[in-house]
């Protein structure tokens, strides 16, 4: 399959004022896209405007949710090249997610090249105002124009481009969490370690909830016992007690984040002992009235790493130490920003670089 590029005949302007782009509601000039459907196979790849999608109404996804999409971004660094963060990894993912959902397989190869060739031609869309970046959505979704239920063989995979501000309104200021004792997210065996929408749907009535009471996001407990911490809403969750470093492991139901995976190596590069371990919400509680729990940070690609102020569970609060950013939240996050904007020598091979 050749990659064609349609032209748009006229570019949009770009926002002028950095400091109000937002998250992911401006999109830029081109998008990727690419088909499938029985007869053909994968048949079509261009990198063309950036448009409305044709779908049938009866379209699987529409009705059965077979979609699965990842997030990852761009940087511009202080000298002007155009970095990627583990973009390889964010494909890989990609692929496991839709193996998941019963979805057939694309070339994740070619899928990266183009991607590559999207951003060389969508680099002056990279913002470069501190904490800026452009974000990049891939989604794959099952098309087939038929109401029942099956796996489609007809598919759009495509790539949109956004370019984003910091992800809390805050900034980096610590948010307040929500403990979720009521809903789940996720049980064993489910789909809750793989990134599809239905995952973010069923997640949204914990979230408005926790939205009207002032918090920012829900932390989920394990499905079976309610116990267990998991993860927060789009973060995977990371505490700092008597100098450990302890965060739930990836046990099926939390999403294996490729930011997370980046602070546990950075970690242990720096000698700090880390453990991927169960922990259970009494023994947060228990490490804060002992007064061991120094930090708690959530982390992800689109915040990188956000400090947590306070988790509220039942008639509890949980208050990390200190005030503001833990100094080993601030550390990861320096060190992690500083390797994907080029600034820190990137030692671990994370970086790519497009020319
Ligand atoms: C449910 C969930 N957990 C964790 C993460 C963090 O993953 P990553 O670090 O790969 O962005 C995300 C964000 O994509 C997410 O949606």
């Not at 997210?185 to 009535?205: C, D, E, F, M, P």
């Not at 490729?258 to 880390?274: C, H």
Request: net charge negative.
């Amino acid at each position: 399959m050749k990659l064609e590029f349609i032209q748009r005949q006229t570019l949009k302007d770009k926002p002028t004022d950095e400091s109000k782009l937002g998250f992911g509601r401006i999109f830029t000039d081109y998008m990727l896209l690419m088909k499938r459907n029985a007869e053909k196979g994968w048949h079509y790849a261009a990198i063309e405007p950036y448009g409305e999608l044709s779908l049938s109404p009866a379209a699987l996804v529409l009705h059965y949710a077979q979609e699965v999409f990842e997030g990852l971004k761009a940087y511009r660094s202080p000298d002007g090249r155009t970095l990627l963060f583990r973009p390889w990894d964010n494909i890989k993912r990609l692929v496991l997610s839709a193996e998941r959902m019963s979805m057939r397989p694309f070339d994740a190869e070619f899928l990266l090249e183009a991607l590559y060739e999207l951003i060389r031609i969508e680099r002056d869309w990279i913002p470069k105002a501190q904490g800026t970046s452009l974000y990049i959505r891939p989604a794959y979704i099952g098309i087939d124009p038929y109401v029942g239920i099956a796996s489609a063989e007809d598919y759009y995979l495509y790539i949109i481009l956004s370019p984003v501000g910091a992800y809390y309104a805050k900034g980096l200021a610590p948010v307040d969490i929500y403990v979720q004792t009521e809903y789940v997210r996720s049980v064993k065996g489910g789909t809750g370690s793989h990134k599809t929408g239905a995952n973010y749907a069923i997640s949204l009535k914990a979230s408005e909830l926790a939205h009207k009471n002032g918090f920012s996001q829900v932390l989920w407990l394990d499905g079976r016992e309610n116990r267990y911490i998991e993860e927060v809403g789009s973060m995977n969750i990371f505490f700092k007690i008597d100098g450990e470093l302890i965060t739930p492991p990836l046990g099926g139901t939390i999403l294996a984040g490729i930011t997370r995976d980046s602070i546990i190596a950075i970690a242990k590069d720096m000698g700090v002992k880390v453990s991927e371990r169960q922990i259970s919400i009494d023994e947060l509680y228990d490490a804060y009235k002992r007064g061991s729990l120094e930090e708690a940070f959530g982390s992800g690609t689109a915040c990188v790493v956000s400090p947590v102020g306070k988790f509220v569970w039942g008639d509890k609060e949980i208050i990390p130490g200190g005030s503001g950013m833990g100094e080993l939240t601030k550390r990861f996050y320096d060190t992690l920003t500083g390797i994907q904007l080029g600034i820190i020598e990137d030692k671990f091979g994370w970086v790519k670089q497009i020319d």
